[in-house]
């Protein structure tokens, strides 16, 4: 039921990279294995380690598999925005976006597709159930679960994994949303997406998921990501105050 319902949706995988050259040869066979009749798109800012090099090297195998490198490194939510935009163009029914470090699993992809059968957002949660996280320390634990209960008291958004970055995307969710007036990057571009979506009135559900950290290859956080998302969820409130309806 899963397979068919994957094969029938014309269905892109977006995984935007920046030095994953440890990790996208894994990523790649795991997708195409796990779902074979995917497209895949890597966005590459233009990594230094060879991670588009490494992709142009593989596509001869999967001819599903797509490469758009930008010029300069521009943030995590930059480089979704333009897959989505790339995604549209091409009319994609169902997107799907996924880090590259393979903490997200493929495998969860046509179990989540297949709850868009009667939703248009579906988010892998690492905390629907309790709490899903794996290789964390305690500190980035702490962190993540905090700012998802903080986003959550803010916005008013009924969602306990705000800032995940595993979704799948009906089409119409991104074509009603004002992909130009998105500002954010990081956490901040997770949770100001779901907000977007949910402020239009779009039905979001949770899928659990069990999140494994990197293990090799570095990690994107930063103290500025952080304090982006601080201030981006209480702007998201004002938003909801005043009906601001973009």
């Given at each position: 039921?899963?397979?068919?319902?994957?094969?029938?949706?014309?269905?892109?995988?977006?995984?935007?990279?920046?030095?994953?050259?440890?990790?996208?040869?894994?990523?790649?066979?795991?997708?195409?294995?796990?779902?074979?009749?995917?497209?895949?798109?890597?966005?590459?800012?233009?990594?230094?380690?060879?991670?588009?090099?490494?992709?142009?090297?593989?596509?001869?195998?999967?001819?599903?598999?797509?490469?758009?490198?930008?010029?300069?490194?521009?943030?995590?939510?930059?480089?979704?925005?333009?897959?989505?935009?790339?995604?549209?163009?091409?009319?994609?029914?169902?997107?799907v976006q996924m880090?590259?470090?393979?903490?997200?699993?493929?495998?969860?992809?046509?179990?989540?597709?297949?709850?868009?059968?009667?939703?248009?957002?579906?988010?892998?949660?690492?905390?629907?159930?309790?709490?899903?996280?794996?290789?964390?320390?305690?500190?980035?634990?702490?962190?993540?679960?905090?700012?998802?209960?903080?986003?959550?008291?803010?916005?008013?958004?009924?969602?306990?994994?705000?800032?995940?970055?595993?979704?799948?995307?009906?089409?119409?969710?991104?074509?009603?949303?004002s992909l130009e007036?998105?500002?954010?990057?990081?956490?901040?571009?997770?949770?100001?997406?779901?907000?977007?979506?949910?402020?239009?009135?779009?039905?979001?559900?949770?899928?659990?998921?069990?999140?494994?950290?990197?293990?090799v290859g570095e990690?994107?956080?930063?103290?500025?990501?952080?304090?982006?998302?601080?201030?981006?969820?209480?702007?998201?409130?004002?938003?909801?105050?005043?009906?601001?309806?973009?």
């Amino acid at each position: 039921m899963n397979l068919c319902k994957f094969v029938i949706m014309k269905t892109l995988i977006i995984s935007p990279t920046y030095n994953e050259s440890k990790n996208i040869s894994t990523l790649v066979e795991t997708v195409f294995s796990r779902n074979p009749s995917a497209h895949l798109l890597i966005v590459d800012d233009s990594s230094p380690d060879g991670t588009a090099e490494i992709v142009k090297n593989l596509q001869s195998n999967y001819p599903n598999l797509f490469l758009e490198i930008r010029k300069v490194k521009n943030g995590l939510g930059r480089a979704y925005l333009y897959g989505f935009k790339w995604a549209l163009e091409r009319k994609y029914e169902v997107i799907v976006q996924m880090d590259a470090d393979m903490s997200h699993h493929p495998k969860e992809i046509p179990p989540m597709i297949d709850l868009l059968k009667e939703n248009d957002l579906v988010i892998g949660s690492r905390y629907i159930n309790g709490v899903s996280v794996i290789n964390w320390p305690l500190k980035r634990l702490f962190l993540s679960f905090g700012a998802n209960i903080y986003s959550r008291v803010v916005t008013g958004m009924p969602i306990k994994d705000a800032t995940g970055g595993f979704k799948v995307w009906s089409a119409k969710v991104l074509k009603a949303i004002s992909l130009e007036d998105v500002r954010s990057s990081g956490y901040s571009f997770q949770i100001e997406m779901n907000f977007r979506s949910w402020h239009k009135g779009y039905k979001l559900v949770e899928h659990p998921i069990i999140f494994i950290d990197r293990t090799v290859g570095e990690s994107k956080m930063s103290k500025s990501i952080m304090f982006e998302a601080v201030w981006m969820v209480w702007r998201l409130r004002l938003w909801r105050i005043f009906r601001i309806n973009k």
